[in-house]
């Protein structure tokens, strides 16, 4: 959620001061392309292992995030475009996966709680980042900013990819595929 939200938060702005467009139809088609691509990873890892796809995820969000370092520099709207199917794709396996683990790991009590907090502890870095991004705009200028923000989101994503790699846990050694539950009350 952090790549897709920095990309949200400074599109308009990179578009405007380092690309040279205010067109809000460009803006539109790369928020577009990320999302779709976001949605349409979840369908195309569905029975892959937990594992793989939090992997790929991690590589996909870094890679998105030097991209986007990448377009500031070079003022590049593909690869801003590119940065952004990136991104959408990391978001899409990340959250994929993220459930797809609660889901075989906590009790469907608990369920509920679980998601919560994943969902709360991801929101959290993607409001703090686009918030911090912008202060450092404003001292440093925009290409310094995003990409020291770019640069601090795509290493914790390679750290984070790695982490799982390495990982020894039997949830992240299973299937993605929709885990089906009895309920554990009994009926009489």
Sequence with gaps: MTGTSLLLALG?????????????????????????????????????PVRRILTIAGITTGTAMLAVAVAVRTHSLGCLAAAAVLAGTGQGMGQYGGFSRLGAEVTPVRLAEANAALSAGGYLFAGVMPILTGYLSDAAGVATSSTAVTALTAAAAFAGAGRIRTARSSALSGSAAPVRRRSRERRT
């Design 12 to 48: 308009p702005t990179l578009l405007a001061a380092l690309l040279h467009t205010t067109n809000r139809l460009t803006t539109g088609g790369i928020s577009f392309l990320m999302f779709g691509a976001s949605t349409g990873i979840q369908f195309a890892v569905r029975g892959f």
